[in-house]
């Protein structure tokens, strides 16, 4: 099946700078790459995703790239803010409706 | 809220005993996911429906759990014999169908503790 690693598992930043996140996938027919922000106490929240006919995706602040050949893709957020602190996930799945498999989570947080 | 619902939000058992979560997805969603999630864990897949049909069943649930959707609407998820083990956050998700807009929306959890 499907396996997904996730790195790093703790990320600190300072408030203005960017953070990378990076997820390799092991399943070549994954097409789907979805991204969740998971506050303290809360569900997953979708922030991003990306299907396999692209490369990248930038939604304002938040860009994933996505490189099939090699099986990775990263979470890009630049200009970063207290209120983005938080565990993100990566998952990865062959279609958007069928079962997700995610990483182990990082821990983002930014310093004001 | 046109959002997905858990109830209850968080539910302490003795070993041995049995529990049952419920699932409202969004309205419009045919689809409908029971997730697990230990601490420090993503989230890892336990079963989904569409409509009423169990359509997947990870090989890793034990027999001792079960999922239904009767009428193809809200779900609920039952523990038998509940173990220590089974502690963990249940995250129940929906989504529409599996086109492009087929996004899996997720619930706030029912943190399950077993004693």
């Known amino acids: 099946g499907e396996n997904v690693e996730q790195h790093p598992s703790t990320l600190s930043v300072q408030e203005g700078d960017s953070a990378v996140i990076k997820c390799t996938y092991s399943?070549?027919?994954?097409?789907?790459f979805p991204w969740y922000k998971q506050e303290l106490g809360k569900g997953p929240q979708l922030i991003i995703d990306?299907?396999?006919?692209?490369g990248e995706k930038k939604d304002q602040r938040i860009a994933v790239t996505l490189n099939k050949t090699a099986k990775h893709f990263s979470l890009h957020i630049t200009e970063t803010q207290p209120e983005d602190s938080a565990v993100y996930f990566c998952?990865?799945?062959?279609?958007?409706?069928?079962?997700?498999?995610f990483g182990e989570g990082t821990q983002l947080t930014v310093n004001p | 809220d046109t959002g997905v619902s858990q109830d209850p939000r968080h539910k302490i058992t003795k070993r041995g005993q049995n529990v049952t979560f419920r699932c409202d997805p969004i309205?419009?969603?045919?689809?409908l996911y029971w997730y697990r999630q230990t601490l420090g864990q993503g989230p890892e897949f336990l079963t989904y429906?569409?409509?009423?049909?169990?359509l997947e069943k990870s090989r890793l649930l034990s027999d001792r759990f079960s999922a239904e959707r009767p009428k193809g609407s809200f779900s609920t998820l039952e523990i038998q014999r509940t173990e220590q083990g089974d502690s963990a956050m249940y995250l129940c998700?929906?989504?529409w169908g599996d086109g492009r807009a087929s996004e899996q929306f997720f619930g706030p959890g029912t943190r399950l503790t077993v004693l």
């Open positions: 990306i299907r396999s006919n692209v």
């Open positions: 309205s419009e969603h045919n689809r």
């Open positions: 399943d070549s027919a994954s097409n789907y």
């Open positions: 998952a990865a799945s062959i279609t958007s409706g069928s079962r997700l498999t």
């Open positions: 429906f569409q409509n009423e049909a169990q």
């Open positions: 998700a929906s989504s």
